[in-house]
T-cell receptor
Framework: NAGVTQTPKFQVLKTGQSMTLQCAQD?????MYWYRQDPGMGLRLIYY???????DKGEVPNGYNVSRLNKREFSLRLESAAPSQTSVYFC??????????FGDGTRLSIL | AQKVTQAQTEISVVEKEDVTLDCVYE???????LFWYKQPPSGELVFLIR??????QNEISGRYSWNFQKSTSSFNFTITASQVVDSAVYFC?????????????FGKGTKLSVKP
């Protein structure tokens, strides 16, 4: 009963490096989301995918790209990492009317 | 625009005290959902409750209770007889009606510390 699985759990990057955060869910959910959590800011939506084949920007999309590879997987890519992207990243999924289920998070540090 | 305000940044109580976490929301939608999530020191997000905008009944689950008042746009969370294990950051969140993308708007969270 894995739920939402995020990889990696921790990562350190240098400014300018690229990286893809992976997310997979096994609950047959239609919708998937990427959030970032910064101290004192709560969680903010980066991108979401309402269904397979669609993606849309959230509140803070700049510097990120996403891919909804299939119904299970939703990846987040940083093309050229910046220190301002140091954060904890959460992936979530849901289906209509249900609460979002969250992964355990990826702690990303950019030097 | 939708907005969730948790005015209490940090609260510290002694074990067995009751504590209420405040949540005030703004939305122009007539149909919406409200949520509470718990984030313990280990970092994961734990779902606690979902309430839809047409159900104003208070809910109790063990030591936890929730008071939803549309008249004041509030969805407050009370922990009775707090325990050390309740120490966590608690987030209130809002989403549009069922059938939408379900995007959550989070408050900034309230950090609760329960001391023995």
């Amino acid at each position: 009963n894995a739920g939402v699985t995020q990889t990696p759990k921790f990562q350190v990057l240098k400014t300018g490096q690229s990286m893809t955060l992976q997310c997979a869910q096994d609950m047959n959910h239609n919708s998937m989301y990427w959030y970032r959590q910064d101290p004192g800011m709560g969680l903010r939506l980066i991108y979401y995918s309402a269904s397979e084949g669609t993606t849309d920007k959230g509140e803070v999309p700049n510097g990120y790209n996403v891919s909804r590879l299939n119904k299970r997987e939703f990846s987040l890519r940083l093309e050229s990492a910046a220190p301002s992207q140091t954060s904890v990243y959460f992936c979530a999924s849901t289906r209509d009317g249900q609460p979002q289920h969250f992964g355990d998070g990826t702690r990303l540090s950019i030097l | 625009a939708q907005k969730v305000t948790q005015a209490q940044t940090e609260i510290s109580v002694v074990e067995k005290e009751d504590v209420t976490l405040d949540c005030v929301y703004e939305t122009r939608d007539t149909t919406y959902y409200l949520f509470w999530y718990k984030q313990p020191p280990s970092g994961e997000l734990v779902f606690l409750i979902r309430r839809n905008s047409f159900d104003e009944q208070n809910e109790i689950s063990g030591r936890y209770s929730w008071n939803f008042q549309k008249s004041t746009s509030s969805f407050n969370f009370t922990i009775t007889a707090s325990q050390v294990v309740d120490s966590a950051v608690y987030f209130c969140a809002l989403s549009e009606a069922e059938g939408s993308q379900g995007n959550l708007i989070f408050g900034k969270g309230t950090k609760l510390s329960v001391k023995p």
